[in-house]
């Protein structure tokens, strides 16, 4: 593969677009970064579409991590809840005289 990696084809590509979008002239096109990297047009723009798809189920994987932790965290709040009630009960029963297996 020519003297450019996937990595800075797709970088090269990005930069072109975004110059494109911009109104900045480039001195060079995706097709001459395509051909340097001895890829065609199309395989440069399939590594960029790969690429914009990895990241944003990346950001779609974190969101849902984040998610989690914050249920984790009021999962834990609420066993803590719990588990002081429960104690308060056994303290409870014990102070009256009631046994465990009576309830």
């Not at 970088?11 to 979008?21: C, G, M, P």
């Not at 690429?51 to 990346?58: G, L, P």
């Not at 066993?79 to 429960?86: D, G, S, T």
Request: hydrophobic content about 30%; glycine content about 6%; proline content about 1%.
């Amino acid at each position: 593969m020519g003297n450019l990696t996937p990595e800075e084809i797709k970088t090269l590509i990005k930069a072109s677009q975004i110059a494109r979008e911009k109104g900045i002239k480039l001195g060079i096109s995706v097709k001459d970064i395509c051909e340097q990297g001895c890829i065609s047009r199309k395989t440069g723009y399939q590594w960029l579409k790969e690429e914009d798809s990895s990241k944003a189920k990346k950001e779609e994987n974190f969101q849902e991590l984040v998610h989690r932790e914050v249920d984790h965290q009021k999962l834990l709040k609420e066993n803590a809840k719990l588990k002081f009630e429960n104690e308060g009960l056994h303290i409870a029963m014990e102070i009256h005289g009631v046994k465990k297996n009576s309830i």
